[in-house]
């Protein structure tokens, strides 16, 4: 009695078991391709329910060989389809995942060997001083411009000091000299200029009196003539005169007739007694002018001789003016060692070169700095990525091209660029010790090339001052 009652319950168990293997073989046939992953899951987790160990530990000793085997057999003959099932759909989906990725990797070149990268200017001191302040903390924003470091200027302000006492000193050597040179000079050329313009005024006042000479002398002819011609005037006047007084004692002219024509005779008799006194004033302006001729030639001796004595007086001119030159030699020195004191001084403000971010900050107040000495560093804000890849991934590689970069600070937000430009030439050339190729064994081995690839400004807008050079990249150009 007993063991009918095992037997039954395992039969229905048997059944259940079927039933369950039956659902999940229809589930596999209905299932699609992009949930093969998920029955692949699913299987073992169904096989799990009813375990075989489970089975025949329930199964009572007292049950015949031949009918555990009758039940057994079919229900591995259903999980084995049912792992060849899920190893076909898995084996499906690898291949539609694997050509996918074939033809991606077939437009794309990618390296994880990027970092980021940007211009970084070290700032450092010129002159020798001492630190009195500090005015930038670490990882500031300065501007092009911004103080950032004072040092104590009163050494320099000291020799700023004695160089412009010593130009004031050079230029008052300077003043006294050009003060000689311009008294001697002046008088030279005074007394040059004098004797030039004697010269000048005696050669003009012998041109002026030898055309005096000639105006005179034409004059004289001028005034004879107009003697003549104001007697003819005066006979004619005198004839008409004399013809109406007979007329108006006949009555045959005017009173008024009479009056005119006795007051033409009167202007030309007076007209005649003018040119003969034009005739003597010709004859006096002739021998005047011939007189000045004689005077402006001695003039003019005189003038020549006091030339040359002014010019033999201009050899104490050259002497002062070579005076005066060194001394402005000496002002031009002071003036440049008082420049070069104030550059001096004004480099006790250490400015920023360029705008960007302060880093490496090691300036402290009280520090001693000799020229060069390092106190921080200023990172633009232009960063862009270094990419090297190996030289055989290069041959579609062309500049504009997109490429896709992941910085490894920010896993998640994605950022953009493209091929901005190539090196000239791989790591290895620009090394310190570049290697030879020509000696000892050769090995070849592949070259990395620089790229270098910009963000895409809209890509790294609100990470501007996040990223940082030095940051791990990885890089994925498309190269289609």
Not at 32 to 44: G, K, R, S
Not at 167 to 190: I, P
Not at 203 to 231: E, F, L, Y
Request: hydrophobic share 40%.
């Amino acid at each position: 009695m007993e063991s009918r009652s095992n037997s039954s319950s395992n039969k229905t168990r048997a059944a259940v078991l079927d039933k369950e293997v039956n659902t999940v073989a229809e589930t596999d046939r209905n299932i699609t391709p992009t949930q093969a992953a998920h029955a692949v899951i699913v299987e073992p987790q169904t096989a799990r329910v009813v375990p075989d160990v489970d089975l025949e530990k329930e199964q009572p000793t007292s049950l015949p060989p031949e009918e555990g085997k009758r039940e057994s057999k079919p229900e591995r003959n259903k999980r084995k389809a049912l792992v060849l099932a899920g190893l076909g759909v898995a084996a499906v989906v690898a291949g539609v995942f694997g050509f996918r990725w074939w033809q991606y990797a077939s437009v794309h070149e990618s390296t994880d060997d990027a970092y980021v990268t940007a211009n970084i200017h070290p700032v450092s001191s010129r002159i020798n001083g001492t630190v009195s302040d500090v005015l930038v903390n670490d990882n500031q924003e300065v501007q092009k411009g911004q103080p950032l470091v004072k040092l104590d200027p009163r050494d320099y302000q000291v020799q700023v000091q004695q160089l412009k006492a010593s130009l004031e000193a050079a230029q008052g050597q300077a003043s006294a000299a050009q003060a000689n040179v311009n008294l001697a000079s002046g008088n030279a050329l005074g007394n040059t200029q004098q004797a030039q313009g004697n010269v000048a005024s005696a050669s003009a006042a012998i041109a002026t009196a030898v055309a005096a000479v000639k105006a005179a002398q034409t004059g004289v002819p001028t005034a004879v003539a107009a003697v003549a011609q104001a007697d003819a005037n005066l006979q004619r006047a005198q004839a008409d005169y004399d013809r109406y007084k007979n007329l108006f004692e006949s009555g045959a002219v005017s009173r008024q007739q009479l009056d005119t024509a006795r007051a033409t005779y009167y202007v030309n008799l007076a007209q005649k007694n003018s040119a003969v006194q034009g005739v003597a004033q010709a004859q006096a302006n002739l021998a005047q002018a011939q007189e000045n001729v004689v005077k402006a030639r001695a003039q003019l001796a005189a003038a020549k001789g006091a030339l040359q004595q002014a010019t033999a007086s201009g050899v104490q001119t050259t002497v002062n003016r070579s005076q005066y030159n060194a001394a402005l030699a000496t002002v031009a020195q002071a003036q440049a060692n008082l420049n070069n004191a104030q550059l001096q001084l004004s480099y006790t403000n250490i400015t920023a070169p360029t705008a960007g971010r302060m880093g490496n900050k090691t300036a402290q107040v009280g520090q001693r700095l000799q020229p060069g000495t390092p106190l921080m560093a200023i990172t633009e804000n232009d960063d862009w990525v270094v990419a090297n890849f190996k030289e055989t991934q290069l041959a579609k590689m062309r500049q504009g091209q997109p490429v896709e970069l992941k910085v490894d600070a920010f896993p998640n937000h994605p950022f953009i660029g493209h091929v901005d430009s190539f090196s000239p030439g791989s790591g290895g050339t620009f090394a310190l010790l570049p290697s030879d190729n020509a000696t000892g064994n050769f090995t070849k081995i592949v070259q990395r090339i620089p790229v270098k690839i910009v963000f895409d400004p809209t890509s790294v807008r609100g990470y501007e001052s996040r990223i940082a050079p030095g940051m791990s990249v990885e890089v994925n150009v498309d190269v289609k």
